[in-house]
């Protein structure tokens, strides 16, 4: 009998998006598998608010993440996927057999990932600067959509309603646009256009 290949969960998108809720009401109740956040890590072992800890933490992650696929277990982890490296996640899970599932969630506008981010921080969440923030909206739609279109199913997710839940805009299943919602955000027709002109 043929062993079920593990499963990889990407959850992608800007700071503020709704990553980690996304992964509470969506992901956590249908798939049990650990959930590597350098967030999380940061809050809840280092303990510790400032810039070097989340530097830490993402180091952790990162380690976790590399044993995690070095063994062939499955995991959930997230990014904003501010740099073209964090597309190497991806190869290396396809490389060692994964099956990989991305979760792209965005806002219409980064002025609502600052908005939020702001809220966050009011909670006791970290803070990310505001700069930071837009140069990452604006960087990451390419490269979560080459993420999206190297996976084996990706689901593109709006989030820019205030007290409603995410809604499912796009998907893909191996590379190719299986879904398209009726209404579709600005931001997912400017990072899709290409793939909704070929379908």
């Known amino acids: 009998m043929t062993k079920p290949r593990p499963t990889l969960v990407v959850l992608a998108g800007p700071n503020g998006a709704g990553k980690s809720t996304l992964y509470e009401t969506r992901i956590a109740p249908s798939l049990k598998a650990p959930f590597i956040n350098a967030d999380i890590i940061q809050r809840d072992e280092l303990k510790n608010s400032d810039v070097e800890a989340a530097y830490e933490a993402a180091r952790v992650a990162a380690r976790r993440r590399a044993e ?18 964090k597309l190497d996640l991806i190869q290396q899970g396809r490389a060692a057999g994964f099956r990989i599932m991305l979760f792209h969630i965005c806002l219409e506008h980064p002025d609502l990932s600052v908005a939020r981010v702001g809220e966050r921080v009011k909670e006791g969440g970290h803070p990310v600067p505001e700069n930071k923030i837009r140069q990452r ?35 893909f299943t191996g590379g190719k646009l299986s879904f398209v919602n009726v209404r579709l955000p600005k931001w997912a027709l400017r990072i899709y256009s290409e793939d909704l002109r070929n379908a």
């Open 68 to 85: 995690f696929l070095a063994q062939g277990r499955g995991f959930v982890t997230e990014s904003v996927f501010s740099h073209p490296s």
């Open 137 to 171: 909206y604006d960087r990451n739609g390419p490269l979560i959509r080459q993420a999206a279109l190297h996976s084996d199913v990706a689901h593109i997710f709006d989030n820019s309603r205030l007290n409603q839940p995410p809604e499912r805009v796009m998907s």
